[in-house]
Structures are given as structure tokens and as C-alpha cells.
């Protein structure tokens, strides 16, 4: 596992990024992706999902699904934001249903790259 933010310093006042302060930070976080060839990226908060899916739907309908990043086509499956879900617990148990999807499509994707087994005999 590792994180990784879509900038690299906070926006004064906490406030949510601009796009060209995004923009200027996605080429560092594109290099970071290429050298840890992940399986998956967990997008986690409203604005890692826009962002790296370069969109501007809801979370609520960026959830429930597989959607692929960057040219590799990296698996990625959106969340809500640890501070949301504070906020708002009711909606934990949809954070929940995320967690479990991810990590089923996880297990799929390492099954796919599982060496063969070697018979025996």
C-alpha cells in the first residue's frame, strides 16, 4: 500500500484545489504511479476521484464501479474521504461496501498475475 495526494503541499485555508494547481501537480504523481505499478488505486474523497478520473460527476455516482487511470489503464475504485464519513457517519456503511469491492477486485487482479503452478508428478 501506499498513498499518494493529488498536490503535494495544502491550498491555503484548506480549500479545494485549483485546476491549474492540480494540473501542475499530476505529472509528479503520474511518475510516482509509473514506478509503483500498482494494481489498483483506491481514490478516496471527492477530489482524488475527479481529479484522476479528469471529471467533475458526483462520488455517489463514481462509486460501484471499476474505472481505469492514465495510459496504463490502472485499475481505480472511488470512496468517500475519511473526514466525510466523520461528518457523516451514516454513510459509512457505503464506505464499507467500497472497502469489501476493492478488495475483491484486488484479489481478482493478483489471481490474474499469480504465477502458474507448477504440476507434479
Known amino acids: 500500500m501506499y498513498i499518494a495526494n493529488v498536490l503535494k503541499c495544502r491550498p ?3 480549500r479545494d ?3 491549474e494547481e492540480s494540473a501542475s501537480c499530476r505529472p509528479y504523481l503520474q511518475r510516482q504511479l509509473e514506478l509503483l505499478q500498482p494494481l489498483l488505486i483506491l481514490a478516496v474523497g471527492r477530489i482524488a ?3 484522476l478520473l479528469e471529471t467533475d460527476t458526483p462520488i455517489g455516482r463514481l462509486r460501484g464501479q471499476v ?3 492514465g495510459p496504463q489503464g490502472v485499475p481505480l475504485i472511488v470512496t468517500y474521504h475519511p473526514a466525510y464519513l466523520l461528518r457523516s457517519p451514516g454513510e459509512k456503511r457505503k ?3 467500497d472497502l469489501k469491492f476493492a478488495r475483491q477486485e ?3 487482479l493478483r489471481a490474474l498475475r499469480a504465477p502458474p503452478l507448477a504440476a507434479s508428478g
Do not use: D, I, M, Y
Open 12 to 14: 491555503p485555508g484548506n
Open 95 to 97: 464506505a464499507w461496501v
Open 17 to 19: 484545489p485549483r485546476p
Open 49 to 51: 476521484a475527479q481529479n
Open 106 to 108: 484486488l484479489a481478482k
Open 67 to 69: 474505472h481505469r487511470f
